[in-house]
């Protein structure tokens, strides 16, 4: 069964502190879609990354950064010298792309992760 | 270009009425996704809508119903309200369906309370 776990329910840092945000999935996939959405107190979900089952490849943007690992099923997010708008709630999901006939296709959501960030 | 647009924002219900939320996707974008959101169960897909037709159901009952216009534009109702229906109702709108691999981007959200 899809599952996506976010075990860490609140984060509190000051701020120019790193942070990372653990993300650890399963799924009986091949290829899946992993996602990172964050939801500022606005509301608003704000889409962060996409990355694929076959792209393990690290990627950084600015002070963000992503760390996928197949071996341990894990797509953990670092925000690096965080900043007080930084303060959210990070989500991670995951989405099979096998389409198997019955099976409606969705995004599987973790419970969130919310990052308070002091100044 | 203008975002994902919802109405109304903040809605209060009584129990047993229904309710009629409406969502606007992004110019271009086909794909409209719903999604409830609670304290306690998280963020839930109710289902995707993409040129009219659903494509994708998540496990949640016939009172949850949706449809899309030719515009895109799409509405969910639900019927018979109950306390345990007080969410944030999220709409998302992406390029194509299947949800798969495809980022979606999401409108401010209703607030719904039924008292």
């Known amino acids: 069964a899809q599952k996506v776990t976010q075990a860490q329910t609140e984060i509190s840092v000051v701020e120019k502190e790193d942070v990372t945000l653990d993300c650890v999935y399963e799924?009986?996939?091949?290829?899946?879609?992993l996602f990172w959405y964050k939801q500022p107190p606005s509301g608003e979900l704000v889409f962060l990354i996409r990355?694929?089952?076959?792209d393990e490849q690290n990627e950084i943007s600015g002070r963000y950064s992503w760390n996928f690992q197949k071996s341990t099923s894990s797509f953990n997010f670092t925000i690096t010298a965080s900043q007080v708008v930084d303060s959210a709630v990070y989500f991670c999901?995951?989405?099979?792309?096998?389409?198997?006939?019955?099976?409606?296709?969705?995004?599987?959501w973790g419970l969130g992760t919310s990052l308070a960030v002091n100044p | 270009k203008a975002g994902v647009t919802q109405t109304p924002r903040y809605l209060i219900k009584t129990r047993g009425q229904q309710v009629t939320l409406s969502c606007s996707p992004i110019?271009?974008?086909?794909?409209v996704s719903w999604y409830q959101q609670t304290p306690g169960q998280g963020l839930q897909f109710l289902f995707e809508?993409?040129?009219?037709?659903?494509?994708n159901k998540g496990n949640f009952p016939g009172r949850f119903s949706g449809r899309q216009f030719s515009n895109s534009r799409s509405e969910m109702n639900v019927s018979t309200l109950e306390l345990g229906d007080s969410a944030l109702y999220l709409c998302?709108?992406?390029?194509?369906?299947?949800?798969?691999?495809?980022?979606?981007?999401f409108g401010p959200g209703t607030r719904l309370t039924v008292t």
């Open positions: 110019s271009g974008h086909r794909s």
């Open positions: 809508y993409f040129s009219e037709t659903q494509r």
């Open positions: 799924t009986r996939d091949t290829t899946y879609y």
């Open positions: 998302a709108s992406s390029l194509a369906s299947g949800l798969s691999s495809y980022e979606q981007y």
């Open positions: 999901a995951l989405s099979e792309a096998t389409f198997r006939a019955g099976n409606n296709r969705k995004l599987i």
């Open positions: 990355r694929n089952s076959f």
